[in-house]
C-alpha cells in the first residue's frame, strides 16, 4: 500500500511569512499532483510534477519534485489570506489508477 | 462553466435508508471515479469506470455500488447507509488512466449526512 505523509498537518502563520509543506513517501511514484481545497468544495488542482527534480512555479507558489519521486514540497512566498485552505499531496503510479493523497495540510494566513 | 456536476450538494438520509448520489460531466472523458473523503482525512478512492469497464478497490465495502450509463453520467449508490459512511463524496474525470500526466478534474463533492 502506497502511503503519502504530510507535514505539517496545520500551519497558521501571518501575512507576508514564507512556509513550506512537505509530502514525503516510501513508494516512488510516476507523478506527483497538488491540489488546493477549500471548505465544502471538491479539490482544484495546482500542479502535476512527473520528472525527478522538477521545479514548477505558480505566482507564489514553487512545487519540487524530489530526485527520487518519493517526495515533494510546496513554498509559498509571502504567503496571503487567500492563500487559505486544505492542501493536499496525490500520486499516481504503482499501477493505481486512481490517486493516492496524503492527509493534507491546513493553511490558515492570518491579515 | 461547470465540468464535473454533482447533484445533490448536500444529502440527509437515515440509517438503512438507499440513497443514490449522481455525477455528470461535460468533457468527455473516459474515466470516472468515485472517492470519499471523510472530515479531516485524505480522499480514498472507492472505485472507478474506464468506459463501461468497472474497477472496484480491494477494500471497498459491498455496500457501495455504482452504475455509469453513458458517459456522461455515473451514479454512487448505498445500499444500507451507516453512521460511518456519513462523508464527502467526490467524483473525478480524467480522459485517460494510464499516463503520468493524466489530470483528474473534481466535482464539488456531495455531502452525506446519515441519521
Known amino acids: 500500500t502506497q502511503l503519502l505523509e504530510q507535514s505539517p498537518q496545520f500551519l497558521s502563520i501571518q501575512e507576508g511569512e514564507n512556509l513550506t509543506v512537505y509530502c514525503n513517501s516510501s513508494s516512488v511514484f510516476s507523478s506527483l499532483q497538488w491540489y488546493r481545497q477549500e471548505p465544502g468544495e471538491g479539490p482544484v488542482l495546482l500542479v502535476t510534477v512527473v520528472t525527478g527534480g522538477e521545479v514548477k512555479k505558480l505566482k507564489r507558489l514553487t512545487f519540487q519534485f524530489g530526485d527520487a519521486r518519493k517526495d515533494s514540497s510546496l513554498h509559498i512566498t509571502a504567503a496571503q489570506p487567500g492563500d487559505t485552505g486544505l492542501y493536499l499531496c496525490a500520486g499516481k503510479g504503482g499501477g493505481a489508477d486512481g490517486l493516492t493523497f496524503g492527509k493534507g495540510t491546513h493553511l490558515i494566513i492570518q491579515p | 462553466d461547470a465540468m464535473v456536476i454533482q447533484n445533490p450538494r448536500y444529502q440527509v438520509t437515515q440509517f438503512g435508508k438507499p440513497v443514490t448520489l449522481s455525477c455528470s460531466q461535460t468533457?468527455?472523458?473516459?474515466?470516472m471515479y468515485w472517492y470519499q473523503q471523510k472530515s479531516s482525512q485524505a480522499p480514498k478512492l472507492l472505485f472507478h469506470?474506464?468506459?463501461?469497464?468497472?474497477?472496484n478497490e480491494a477494500d471497498t465495502p459491498d455496500n457501495f455500488q455504482s452504475r455509469r450509463p453513458n458517459t456522461s453520467f455515473c451514479f454512487l449508490d448505498i445500499r444500507s447507509p451507516g453512521l460511518g459512511d456519513a462523508a464527502m463524496y467526490l467524483c473525478a474525470t480524467s480522459r485517460e488512466s494510464g499516463t503520468n500526466t493524466d489530470t483528474q478534474y473534481f466535482g464539488p463533492g456531495t455531502r452525506l449526512t446519515v441519521l
Open positions: 469506470y474506464y468506459d463501461k469497464d468497472f474497477n
Open positions: 468533457l468527455n472523458h473516459n474515466v
